[in-house]
T-cell receptor, first 111, second 114 residues
Framework: GNSVTQMEGPVTLSEEAFLTINCTYT??????LFWYVQYPGEGLQLLLK?????DKGSNKGFEATYRKETTSFHLEKGSVQVSDSAVYFC??????????FGTGTRLKVLA | NAGVTQTPKFQVLKTGQSMTLQCAQD?????MYWYRQDPGMGLRLIYY???????DKGEVPNGYNVSRLNKREFSLRLESAAPSQTSVYFC?????????????FGDGTRLSIL
């Protein structure tokens, strides 16, 4: 079945640093891929998505490119802010109705 | 625009007590889900309802029951709470089954069982 692996955290960066959070997947075919963000005390929110190979999803300065050759969907941001401190989850669908989530990567950005 | 609403937000129970977590969505989504989130383990699916009138077990269903009351509401019941069920519970909804759509999450219920 489908699976997803993302890098363990926590990741601690200084403000304006470059961010990469790695995500690799195993899947049948080319499923849609998602990144969600969870701010403290809140539920998960969709951050961005890509629906087919070579697509680039982007939102709020974050980007991720669907790379079928390396089965990866790494999350990047050129200049992080303190407000980006959160937990980030990579996810993909599994079967007709279910989803699989990575274990989450906690990001802490220091001023 | 409420989205997915969960009640209560916090709850403390004693071992053996029962309670029901409520979830309602106003986006006319067909599918609804219950997850639990524990440190270092990400999200684990407890139960889901692909459409009104159907429910199915997820990864960790033991100790829980669910009811899809109507298209909007999906409740999770703990019949006899155990300390191992201390967790943060999230309800989500989506239009899965109508193509691949993202999930929308509530803000969670933080449940402690003493």
């Amino acid at each position: 079945g489908n699976s997803v692996t993302q890098m363990e955290g926590p990741v601690t960066l200084s403000e304006e640093a470059f961010l990469t959070i790695n995500c690799t997947y195993t899947a049948t075919g080319y499923p849609s891929l998602f990144w969600y963000v969870q701010y403290p005390g809140e539920g998960l929110q969709l951050l961005l998505k890509a629906t087919k190979a070579d697509d680039k999803g982007s939102n709020k300065g974050f980007e991720a490119t669907y790379r079928k050759e390396t089965t990866s969907f790494h999350l990047e941001k050129g200049s992080v802010q303190v407000s980006d401190s959160a937990v980030y989850f990579c996810a993909l669908p599994s079967g007709t109705y279910k989803y699989i989530f990575g274990t989450g990567t906690r990001l802490k950005v220091l001023a | 625009n409420a989205g997915v609403t969960q009640t209560p937000k916090f709850q403390v129970l004693k071992t053996g007590q029962s309670m029901t977590l409520q979830c309602a969505q106003d986006m006319n989504h067909n599918s609804m889900y219950w997850y639990r989130q524990d440190p270092g383990m990400g999200l684990r699916l407890i139960y889901y309802s692909a459409s009104e009138g159907t429910t199915d077990k997820g990864e960790v269903p033991n100790g829980y029951n669910v009811s899809r009351l109507n298209k909007r509401e999906f409740s999770l019941r703990l019949e006899s709470a155990a300390p191992s069920q201390t967790s943060v519970y999230f309800c989500a909804s989506s239009d899965r089954g109508q193509g691949v759509r993202p999930q929308h999450f509530g803000d969670g219920t933080r449940l402690s069982i003493l």
